[in-house]
C-alpha cells in the first residue's frame, strides 16, 4: 500500500461523527436565581426587588396559616382526652413566648389577608398603576395593626 | 483599540477618581466542559465605562474565549441582556460605576445556556403567539403621486422593501417598544416554576394585539391568553415591568389582559346570549 493511500481517509466523516459534536448539541444548563433547584427560586429574596419579595411573603404567610389550621385542628382535638390535658394544654398557651409566637401568626395573616386585597385587585386589573402605594398602605395598616394586636396579646392594654 | 491600562472606554491619565479598577466576576460555561464556574478579572473603568465595555475589554486583553452576544451599543437591539449583580440589564447601557467594587455578571435566568454569557432565545421566541402573528402588515403607505417629496421618498423606499420581503410572507415586525431582550422571563419568578408560562413578553404582545388588532380576532387573542400557562399564571410580582429597558409595561399589559378576559369579554359573552 503506497503512503498516499494511507494518508488518504476512507471518506470525510459526517458532520454528526465530528469529535464534540454529542457535547456541542447536548441542551446546556438553565441558569435560575436563588439556590438549590429552580423551582425554589422565588424565595431567594436577595435577587428580587419588592415585587418578587411580596409574593416570596405571601406563599410562605400561606403556608403559615395552612400549618397553623392544622396545628388548631390538633390542639382541638386534645378536648378529646380530658379536662386535665386542656388544662395543662392552656397552661402552656399563656407563657409569654407563646404569646410572641401568636403575634407572628397575626402578623402572616395581616401580611396575607392585606396583600391578597391588592394581588386580587390588581389581578382583575383593577388600579393597576397604583399596585405600588396599595403595597404601601396596606403595610402601614398591618404595622399598626400588629403593633396594636402584639399589645393587646401581651396584656399591655389591660 | 484600547491599551492594558486604559479603560475600556479609552479613559485614562492621572485625573484621581476618574479611572478605577473593577473586580467582575464573570459566569461561564462551555459545552462539554461539564461544569459551570466564575472567572475574576481586574478591569480599569473610567466614568463612562459600560459592562458590555468591560466584557469588551476581558475579551481583547485577558481572555478571548470569553463569549457575549451584543449588537447595536445603544439599548435598541436587545441582545446584549445579561444578570449583573443579579439584576437585569442591557450590558451596553449598565454603568460600572452604578456598582460595587466586585461586580457578578451572569446570563440570564430561565433560558437555556449556549455557552458563558450566551443564552439559547429560540425558546423565548417560541413563547410568542403563533397563532396570531406578531409580524403583519404595516400602515398603508402615504400617497407617493401626491404627497410630500419626501415622504413619498420614503414611501418608495418602503415598498422596495416590502417587495424584497415578500417571500418571507411578512412586512414588519411590529411590537413597538419592547425590543424582545428576554430580560422580563429572566426576572419573571414564575418561569422559573413552570416552563410552560408563556411569560410576559409574549402576553405583552398579545395584549398589543389586542389594543390594534389588523385583522386578527380579539377572542382568538383572549382564548389564547387565557390558557392555563397564560395569563393567569402570572403572579403580580412585577419584576417583568421592573427589568424591562423600555417602559414596554409587560406587568401592566398582563393586568390588563386580565381585566379584558374577567370584565369586557365575559360582559361581551352575555350580551351574545
New interface residues.
Partial sequence: MSDTALNQPSASPAASELPGTAERSAPGPVHHKGPGPAESGWVDPRRRGLGGRALALHRITGLVIVFYLYLHLAVLSMLLIGRSAWSSFLGLVTAKSFLALEVVLIGAVLFHGLNGIRVALVGSGIAVSRERAMFWAGTGIGIAAICFAALHVMGALS | MSTPDQSPTGQSGPHIGQTDTRRLRV?R?K??DGR?RFDEFEVPVGPQTTVLDALRWIQLHRDPTLTLRHSCMHASCGTCGL?VD??EELACVCAIQDHGAEIMV??????????DLV??MEGFFARFPHEHPIIRSSEPPPDVEHGDPMEAHHAEVLLHHRHRAAPLGADFMRLEDCIECGLCLS?C??A??SHEYVGPAALAAAERLLEEPRGVRRDDVLAWASRPEGVWR??????CT?ACPTDAIP??RI??L???L??AHHGHEERER
Fill in positions: 459566569f460555561y459545552r462539554g459551570e444578570q443579579s439584576r451572569e446570563p440570564l435566568a430561565n433560558l437555556p445556556i449556549l455557552t443564552v439559547q426576572a419568578p414564575v422559573s416554576t402570572c403572579h403580580i410580582g412585577f419584576e421592573q406587568a401592566e393586568m390588563a386580565r381585566r379584558e374577567t370584565f
